[in-house]
């Protein structure tokens, strides 16, 4: 059971939008930032937004973060069959004192 | 190039100890947090724990303590993720990574990963 919440599963068509959501608590999403990661199969995870919204060089802007409250979302415009991976959410727990997952979500390109 | 590189996939027995690396190169090493990761197979991403190599303050996940020790060397800087007594259920990839973007915790660096193998 991950302290964050993801659903396990997305879909889009080529072209479409997609969201994934990711759920926390007042002791991570709420008092920290959020970062994002996509892990394409047989990879290493790579950061793809950071700072609930902030893109590292490279990520292409089709990728956008947002956060409120206890909640954050990833958003992906334009959907390419090269999105197809497993995306995780990411904060600092102050709790836990520690790191903390979202389960993962995996998104298939249809 | 900025990078971390891990030591090769490992297959070990239940109750043996290993020492796996991470080695990072094009960047000051003693200067950013070093973290592991692990992914069970199929399964998502667990934070382990943190080292600052330039003083070894290392901290903890509370469901990692007690069962590995993460340590460095920053005269060579390399980071380690030990244990002395391995169980099946520590069959899982392993990774290192480091904030470089200078994020808390917004890990930009990612070593190769390291498979770890466990079985009688």
């Known amino acids: 059971q991950s302290v964050l919440t993801q659903p396990p599963s997305a879909s889009g068509t080529p072209g479409q939008r997609v969201t994934i959501s990711c759920s926390g608590s007042?002791?991570?999403?709420?008092?920290?930032?959020l970062n994002w990661y996509q892990q394409l199969p047989g990879t290493a995870p790579k950061l793809l937004i950071y700072?609930?919204?902030q893109r590292p060089s490279g990520v292409p802007d089709r990728f956008s973060g947002s956060k409120s409250g206890t909640s954050a979302s990833l958003a992906i415009s334009g959907l390419q069959s090269e999105d197809e991976a497993d995306y995780y959410c990411?904060?600092?727990?102050?709790?836990?004192?520690?790191?903390?997952f979202g389960g993962g979500t995996k998104l298939t390109v249809l | 190039e900025v990078q971390m590189v891990q030591s090769g996939a490992e297959v070990k027995k239940p109750g043996e100890s290993l020492k796996i690396s991470c080695k990072g190169s094009?960047?000051?090493?003693?200067?950013?947090?070093i973290g592991w990761v692990r992914q069970t197979p199929g399964k998502g991403l667990e934070w382990m724990g943190i080292?600052?190599?330039?003083?070894?303050?290392?901290r903890y996940s509370p469901s990692f303590q007690g069962h590995v020790t993460i340590s460095a060397d920053k005269s060579i800087s390399t980071a380690y993720l030990q244990w002395s007594s391995l169980k099946a259920s520590d069959t899982a990839i392993y990774y290192c990574?480091?904030?470089?973007?200078?994020?808390?915790?917004?890990?930009?660096?990612w070593g190769q990963g390291t498979m770890v193998t466990v079985s009688s």
């Open positions: 990574a480091s904030p470089l973007l200078g994020v808390p915790w917004a890990f930009d660096i």
């Open positions: 094009g960047y000051s090493f003693i200067s950013y947090w």
């Open positions: 080292i600052w190599p330039g003083d070894s303050d290392t």
């Open positions: 007042s002791s991570n999403i709420g008092s920290n930032t």
């Open positions: 700072n609930n919204n």
């Open positions: 990411a904060a600092w727990d102050d709790s836990l004192n520690g790191v903390v």
